[in-house]
């Protein structure tokens, strides 16, 4: 065995033994893991090794480091969703056992952004309409939505009031959604959106960019959401090429 894949499997060692500990209730949501040095020691690996560990722990979003603070393990998530398929955020709350409520910030109509434009195949005279909301379980916000349809889908001229968007769309218009692309990133702490959600600064978020289409292939809703990092996680199943 090389020195690179004997350093590879003991990180994954590590690993493995750190989740175990989480899963058998040893280490608890909250808990503070010893210093590097101390933790190595503990565990019998180098620090490097250890960091090395402690870093995919961090990407998996097993355990938070707070510089200055420590290394903390993070609250397993609450909401879990596979993106292979397109769910509502109302779909994935009541999946969870929770009850789903909609706190709706705004709903006007107003003129595309460049990126509206391209996105959802505008004209420079063409509006969208524009719907910022508070997704909540059981009245605890769990989701930011930013939301943006063609307002040219409406026969005359609606506000979505509550409720599930998708609902709402199929309601309201002549089209329904077929598929959805979909781009994840993280963001950190943002000053209006961390507030709204009740996050402190130690908390990211999911975002998922959506871009979902009509079961004609055309660009109906173009959506942004931020959810809370440590309340969902995303997940995929992969299968190798037959």
Known sequence: MSLGNFQKSRYLIVMERIKQEIKDGTLNPGDRLPSENAYAKQLGVSRATL????RMLEE???I???HGIGTFINNKPIFSSGIEELHSITEMIQSAGKRPG?????????DPTEE???KLHL??????LLVKRVRTADERPLVYCIDKVPAKLFKEESHLLGGSLFNFLEQETDVNIGYATADITTA???????KILECDKETPFLVLKQLHFSTTDEPILYSINYFRSDQFSFNVLRKRPQ
């Open 60 to 62: 998996e979003n097993i």
């Open 64 to 66: 938070s480091r707070k």
């Open 188 to 194: 950190g702490y943002d000053e209006e959106i961390s």
């Open 116 to 118: 509206d434009k391209q």
């Open 51 to 54: 960091r090395e560990a402690l």
């Open 123 to 128: 004209q420079d005279e063409e509006r969208v």
């Open 102 to 110: 909609t706190e709706v910030l705004l709903s006007k109509y107003m």
